[in-house]
């Protein structure tokens, strides 16, 4: 790997030479690939457009950024400006490089909402986001061409998985009581978790060689709290989801006009009080309590995306049901 990254980086080397002029724009595209941007995407979906599409939309986002830390961590391959003094990192990253997160996340997430939206000009949007982050992480220093050419594979093969399976497991699961429901969200949590204390587990033994550390600056690669934010969101956004449908049934998320556009601004109030709120009590000292602790706080995001949330636009006359627990 080691010499096709040397080949590679005359890419990175390339693009860095059309200017620095291109830096800010590349930096607005690359934002768009961020977790955190999905993070304000996916609530703005779920409450105020289609709650089915949110969900869906959540559900590869979580599955893809958990499946992109699990590779990195087994794969543990640096990232240009680690390797080379003639890469500038316009970016600073901690973890590693292969595949790329931001690749594959763009692949399929916007990926799929092109499969749920279902029109031509959306589709070819998605295209050109997908291509544009991707190369956005190639100019900024970050990512070789390989971490971004596996980043799309990885990203299309979810989107094709995810459509083949969704639809049969999630009407199996349909069928499962509340109580059973729970359970396999529990076992999916852990299976997730699981994955990547494995990965993490069989690279114990790696280290991070002298040359890289002294030119990548502050990095934990195989830091754990990506993988906690993961599937503490998964956890509590399908837990939310299932208790939410079985007592109240699903919510109609296209309807009531301003009221869409209040449910977002307070749901986001909701949502910074938590991620700041929690993020300034709770410790973070990289032990086992602050592991549980961060766990907690993503799952009770999830729980207020996925039901609390709604809950609290019912009661304030900004959301309606299509159906109540008595009409069942």
């Known amino acids: 790997m080691e010499i096709i990254n040397g080949v590679e980086i005359i890419v990175n080397q390339f693009l860095q030479g059309l200017g620095t002029w291109l830096k800010w724009p590349m930096l607005a595209i690359t934002a768009i690939g961020y977790e955190q941007f999905f993070v304000l ?25 958990n499946l992109n830390t699990f590779f990195k961590f087994l794969f543990h ?4 400006f680690w390797i080379s003094d003639q890469v500038i990192a316009y970016s600073h990253e901690s973890s590693f490089g292969l595949p790329s997160g931001h690749a594959q996340i763009a692949a399929s997430v916007w990926g799929w909402l092109a499969v749920e939206v279902r029109k031509r000009w959306f589709t070819i949007t998605a295209i050109v986001l997908i291509f544009l982050i991707g190369v956005s ?20 093969l979810l989107v094709w998985l995810f459509s083949l399976f969704s639809k049969p497991v999630g009407r199996w699961l ?3 009581s509340l109580g059973m429901q729970l359970v396999w969200i529990v076992v999916s949590t852990a299976a997730l978790l699981g994955l990547i204390l494995l990965a993490s ?31 503490g969101t998964w956890f509590g956004m399908l837990v939310g989801y299932v208790i939410q449908t079985a007592t109240k049934g699903h919510f109609l998320a296209a309807k009531g006009e301003w009221r869409r556009l209040a449910r977002l601004g307070v749901g986001l109030v909701g949502v910074g009080a938590f991620y700041l709120g929690l993020g300034a009590i709770f410790p973070d000292n990289g032990d086992l309590l602050s592991f549980a602790l961060r766990f907690l706080r993503y799952t009770l995001i999830g729980l207020w ?5 709604p809950l609290v636009f019912e009661k304030l006359g900004w959301l309606e049901f299509e159906k109540t627990a008595s009409s069942d």
């Open 41 to 65: 995407l996916l609530p703005a979906i779920y409450w105020s457009m289609d709650q089915m599409v949110g969900l869906r939309m959540g559900m590869v986002l979580l599955l893809g950024t």
């Open 77 to 80: 391959n640096p990232r240009p």
């Open 137 to 156: 992480r190639l100019y900024l220093g970050v990512h070789f061409l390989t971490d971004v050419l596996l980043g799309w594979l990885l990203g299309g």
């Open 174 to 176: 349909a069928k499962q």
């Open 201 to 231: 587990t069989a690279s114990a033994n790696w280290v991070l060689r002298p040359e890289w550390a002294e030119r990548a600056g502050e990095v934990d690669p195989f830091s754990l709290k990506g993988a906690l934010t993961t599937t």
């Open 305 to 309: 995306v996925a039901w609390l949330g």
